[in-house]
């Protein structure tokens, strides 16, 4: 079974550019998610889709970033324009629904390799 | 809000000995509980997780961890360590919602272990 596929593994752009990040999920899983990591911090939470909708997107930093996942497949991040403080990590996690009695999502996250983002 | 703590961005231990990667949390009400290790260049890989019963959890690779609830801890161990442990490890709480809302994990910063002969 593939896992979590993201591409491109490293990307270098200039501030101002565009830059678009792509995340294949694990066939069969509706959950998906993006998390970023600036060097050094947490792994900070970015959105949450189920099939194509957007369950959770609270943690976006602000419309510069557009994330869609059209048809409950593969998922695109993208980031327009990108400024310095984007540089970072992207990992790109996908889920089964397996939920608790609370209804609460129960089971673990597989996440692909992550896209590196370096803007100068 | 929710949020991890791990106290230790670096833990040295030498190989054979035990090994303890502390993690506390703070979420409300009961949480969900995971750690996850990172390999240079390459993704974060589950190790084990707390969802309900048993407060020792066992997973992966020999590893095991501790939920304590009155202490909002849930420290990661090994009994032996390896020098292939040597990784970066990130505990991580998802917030456990009557709703059934409140899906995504919250990280900590990690912790680097390094495991020497």
């Known amino acids: 079974e593939a896992g979590v596929t993201q591409f491109p593994s490293h990307s270098v752009i200039e501030k101002g550019q565009t830059v678009t990040l792509r995340c294949d999920p694990i066939s069969g899983h509706d959950n998906l998610y993006w998390y970023r990591r600036v060097m050094g911090k947490e792994i900070k939470f970015l959105l949450h889709?189920?099939?194509?909708?957007?369950?959770?997107e609270s943690g976006m930093p602000n419309n510069r970033f557009l994330a869609e996942r059209t048809g409950g497949t593969y998922s695109t991040l993208k980031v327009q324009p990108a400024e310095l403080e984007d540089s970072g990590v992207y990992f790109c996690?996908?889920?089964?629904?397996?939920?608790?009695?609370?209804?609460?999502?129960?089971?673990?996250?597989?996440f692909g390799e992550g896209s590196r983002l370096t803007v100068l | 809000a929710q949020s991890v703590a791990q106290p230790e961005d670096q833990v040295n231990v030498a190989e054979g000995n035990p090994l303890t990667v502390k993690c506390t949390y703070s979420v409300s009400g009961n949480p969900y509980l995971f750690w996850y290790v990172q390999y240079p260049n390459r993704g974060l890989q589950f190790l084990l997780k707390y969802i309900t019963g048993d407060n020792l959890v066992k997973g992966s690779y020999g590893f095991e961890a501790e939920f304590n609830k009155s202490q909002t801890s849930f420290h990661l161990k090994k009994p032996s360590a390896l020098v292939s442990d040597s990784a970066l490890y990130f505990c991580?709480?998802?917030?456990?919602?009557?709703?059934?809302?409140?899906?995504?994990?919250?990280f900590g910063t990690g912790t680097q272990l390094k495991v020497e002969l």
């Open positions: 991580a709480v998802r917030q456990r919602l009557p709703t059934g809302g409140g899906n995504k994990l919250t």
């Open positions: 996690a996908s889920s089964q629904g397996d939920r608790g009695f609370l209804g609460q999502l129960t089971g673990e996250l597989f």
């Open positions: 889709f189920v099939k194509e909708s957007k369950q959770d």
